[in-house]
Nanobody
Framework: VQLLESGGGLEQPGGSLRLSCASS????????VGWYRQAPGKQRELVAV???????RYADSVQGRFNVSIVSAQNTVYLQMNSLKPEDTGVYYC???????????WGQGTQVTVSQ
């Protein structure tokens, strides 16, 4: 099983980026999929999660600015990030956890930098 993130890059404050997480080997709709980020010198934190294909939850810091979704036909999870702030900078990781087993998969991460 592989999770592959893409879409990171350098963006100005107030801008938008869309991250993608594609998988080979699992069907995202059957897993709880989360986006995490890790800023330099800080612990990895949960940003957004989607379960059952439509139940979502967000960190307070991104509520109202970020949106997580699954496109089942593409078996891809997206994280739309709007109104970006410098504190959104970090490496963003995709994670998939099975509901009833110990399966737990991570992607390699994609760098997001928000700066002038």
């Amino acid at each position: 099983v592989q999770l592959l993130e893409s879409g990171g890059g350098l963006e100005q404050p107030g801008g938008s980026l869309r991250l993608s997480c594609a998988s080979s080997g699992i069907i995202f709709g059957l897993y709880t999929v989360g986006w995490y980020r890790q800023a330099p010198g800080k612990q990895r934190e949960l940003v957004a999660v989607i379960a059952g294909g439509d139940r979502t939850r967000y960190a307070d810091s991104v509520q109202g600015r970020f949106n997580v979704s699954i496109v089942s036909a593409q078996n891809t999870v997206y994280l739309q990030m709007n109104s970006l702030k410098p504190e959104d900078t970090g490496v963003y990781y995709c994670n998939a956890k099975a509901h009833f087993t110990t399966e737990n998969y991570w992607g390699q991460g994609t760098q997001v930098t928000v700066s002038q």
